[in-house]
């Protein structure tokens, strides 16, 4: 019973919506069949669904087993409920709500009612806040039946064909911009080609002439994304965000950001260090506007850049501020786990080392380049203790954790150097200068080493 439709749709109802879900049922409009009512009322209260046979002596108890019979049950339960969560929907969308009356009214042939209507919509979209695709498409559907309504029989066209048309442009433009944004940032992500979209280039000439804010936010979004080397780009969309970021849903106006601190990323991989303070200081804008938060929550991997961020340009004692404060917006599934890690990595950025190694011990994450990276602190915390019993004991279990691991590629190749040349280090520190130069030789002639500066500095 739990694998049928029915049932895994009632599964994801809250109680609130169970209660509404029963007074649509009990609605003839919408239901006449007591035997789906009484099905919804066994789904309440089974604490255990037994089998077919059982379900049909609940619902029919003077009828034989007939499977097909329940089969149909289930089913029309499963369409009412998909009826029901369709009007949930609807009931939520007060723009959709108004637009369908318009267009009732129009289709009826009720002018003064349908005008009345039109008009209030067309108020409340000048009213509203965001400027974003969706804005302008409910507007060119507000047109839409406008110019439906005022050209029947006419000789003149609709005075409205300019506003609808300007919705339109709007609509696309701003889509085809987001969409090449996305695939952008996705081939970043994956490594692969972006996905060239057939508007991208027709919408970018569009954006280039256009004055609304929000078109021009996401042209420069896609420049930055397109172009590491725009500068100017980047500066225009930083200006733009910092005026025009609210013209967006929360999560579009999420994403526009994101372009901006990974275009900051990009170049401080490339040794400009100055876009590392950028990067930051956008990371602290986004968490000043509740950009960067989702239903309240930080993404423990937002949570962990901005700390990282913070002690790469020194603000360490921000960085511990910055962790605290934002505890309580991890995930609650993770959040003492992933506050454990990012105050493990702040001890060690502060050369904290005992610190860090009494957080850094305990803790293990699904994720293998997060556990890499707390293996490589606990390498170098160890080191720099002193502690060298526990440090080749490390050694040995890291090197047998890297050879399990067969989906690392050149990382691991990467990481075994690290591990071969830190148990050379330790043997040659002490040696004479010859000896230490030629180590430093070999270490910066290998192409892949993990922590290579690190290495070198001990030497």
Same mark, same amino acid.
């Given at each position: 019973?739990?694998?049928?439709?029915?049932?895994?749709?009632?599964?994801?109802?809250?109680?609130?919506?169970?209660?509404?879900?029963?007074?649509?049922?009990?609605?003839?409009?919408?239901?006449?069949?007591?035997?789906?009512?009484?099905?919804?009322?066994?789904?309440?209260?089974?604490?255990?669904?037994?089998?077919?046979?059982?379900?049909?002596?609940?619902?029919?108890?003077?009828?034989?087993?007939?499977?097909?019979?329940?089969?149909?049950?289930?089913?029309?339960?499963?369409?009412?409920?998909?009826?029901?969560?369709?009007?949930?929907? #609807?009931?939520?969308?007060?723009?959709?709500?108004?637009?369908?009356?318009?267009?009732?009214?129009?289709?009826?042939?009720?002018?003064?009612?349908?005008?009345?209507?039109?008009?209030? #919509?067309?108020?409340?979209?000048?009213?509203?806040?965001?400027?974003?695709?969706?804005?302008?498409?409910?507007?060119?559907?507000?047109?839409?039946?406008?110019?439906?309504?005022?050209?029947?029989?006419?000789?003149?066209?609709?005075?409205?064909?300019?506003?609808?048309?300007?919705?339109?442009?709007?609509?696309?433009?701003?889509?085809?911009?987001?969409?090449?944004?996305?695939?952008?940032?996705?081939?970043?992500?994956?490594?692969?080609?972006?996905?060239?979209?057939?508007?991208?280039?027709?919408?970018?000439?569009?954006?280039? &002439?256009?004055?609304?804010?929000?078109?021009?936010?996401?042209?420069?979004?896609?420049?930055?994304?397109?172009?590491?080397?725009?500068?100017?780009?980047?500066?225009?969309?930083?200006?733009?965000?910092?005026?025009?970021?609210?013209?967006?849903?929360?999560?579009?106006?999420?994403?526009?950001?994101?372009?901006?601190?990974?275009?900051?990323?990009?170049?401080?991989?490339?040794?400009?260090?100055?876009?590392?303070?950028?990067?930051?200081?956008?990371?602290?804008?986004?968490?000043?506007?509740?950009?960067?938060?989702?239903?309240?929550?930080?993404?423990?991997?937002?949570?962990?850049?901005?700390?990282?961020?913070?002690?790469?340009?020194?603000?360490?004692?921000?960085?511990?501020?910055?962790?605290?404060?934002?505890?309580?917006?991890?995930?609650?599934?993770?959040?003492?786990?992933?506050?454990?890690?990012?105050?493990?990595?702040?001890?060690?950025?502060? &050369?904290?080392?005992?610190?860090?190694?009494?957080?850094?011990?305990?803790?293990?994450?699904?994720?293998?380049?997060?556990?890499?990276?707390?293996?490589?602190?606990?390498?170098?915390?160890?080191?720099?203790?002193?502690?060298?019993?526990?440090?080749?004991?490390?050694?040995? &279990?890291?090197?047998?954790?890297?050879?399990?691991?067969?989906?690392?590629?050149?990382?691991?190749?990467?990481?075994?150097?690290?591990?071969?040349?830190?148990?050379?280090?330790?043997?040659?520190?002490?040696?004479?200068?010859?000896?230490?130069?030629?180590?430093?030789?070999?270490?910066?002639?290998?192409?892949?080493?993990?922590?290579?500066?690190?290495?070198?500095?001990?030497?």
């Amino acid at each position: 019973m739990q694998n049928t439709v029915a049932y895994q749709l009632f599964q994801s109802l809250s109680a609130n919506e169970v209660l509404r879900f029963e007074k649509f049922l009990n609605s003839p409009y919408f239901n006449q069949r007591q035997d789906v009512r009484d099905l919804l009322g066994y789904f309440r209260q089974a604490a255990e669904l037994s089998d077919k046979k059982a379900l049909f002596a609940q619902l029919y108890p003077d009828q034989a087993f007939n499977n097909l019979q329940l089969n149909y049950v289930l089913g029309f339960f499963a369409e009412r409920l998909e009826q029901f969560l369709a009007c949930e929907e #609807l009931q939520s969308d007060h723009f959709q709500q108004q637009l369908l009356r318009c267009r009732a009214f129009r289709k009826r042939g009720l002018s003064r009612h349908f005008e009345r209507n039109a008009q209030a #919509l067309a108020r409340a979209r000048g009213q509203a806040p965001l400027r974003n695709a969706e804005y302008w498409l409910q507007t060119y559907q507000l047109e839409s039946e406008v110019f439906a309504q005022q050209m029947p029989g006419s000789r003149i066209a609709p005075d409205n064909l300019p506003r609808l048309i300007y919705a339109f442009n709007q609509f696309v433009a701003l889509e085809s911009l987001r969409w090449a944004s996305t695939a952008h940032a996705l081939s970043a992500v994956s490594k692969g080609a972006a996905q060239e979209l057939p508007f991208t280039d027709t919408a970018i000439g569009y954006a280039e &002439s256009s004055q609304e804010p929000a078109t021009m936010l996401l042209r420069e979004s896609l420049e930055v994304l397109r172009n590491p080397a725009a500068e100017t780009a980047f500066q225009r969309l930083k200006t733009l965000i910092s005026t025009h970021a609210p013209l967006f849903s929360p999560t579009e106006a999420r994403d526009i950001l994101m372009a901006a601190i990974n275009f900051c990323i990009r170049r401080h991989n490339q040794g400009d260090k100055h876009y590392t303070r950028e990067a930051l200081e956008l990371y602290k804008k986004g968490l000043e506007t509740g950009i960067l938060l989702e239903h309240e929550q930080l993404s423990r991997y937002t949570y962990g850049n901005i700390n990282n961020l913070a002690h790469l340009v020194g603000e360490t004692a921000w960085a511990k501020k910055f962790l605290d404060t934002y505890r309580p917006c991890l995930p609650a599934a993770e959040r003492e786990k992933v506050y454990q890690y990012n105050i493990a990595i702040h001890h060690f950025r502060c &050369s904290e080392y005992a610190q860090a190694l009494e957080l850094l011990r305990d803790i293990e994450f699904s994720e293998v380049f997060v556990n890499l990276d707390v293996r490589k602190m606990l390498v170098r915390s160890y080191f720099e203790l002193g502690e060298w019993p526990a440090l080749f004991s490390l050694l040995d &279990s890291f090197r047998a954790y890297l050879r399990r691991q067969k989906q690392l590629g050149y990382h691991r190749e990467s990481y075994l150097n690290f591990l071969k040349f830190t148990l050379c280090v330790e043997k040659t520190m002490r040696a004479g200068k010859a000896k230490r130069q030629a180590l430093a030789r070999r270490i910066a002639a290998t192409p892949s080493v993990a922590e290579r500066e690190w290495l070198l500095s001990k030497l």
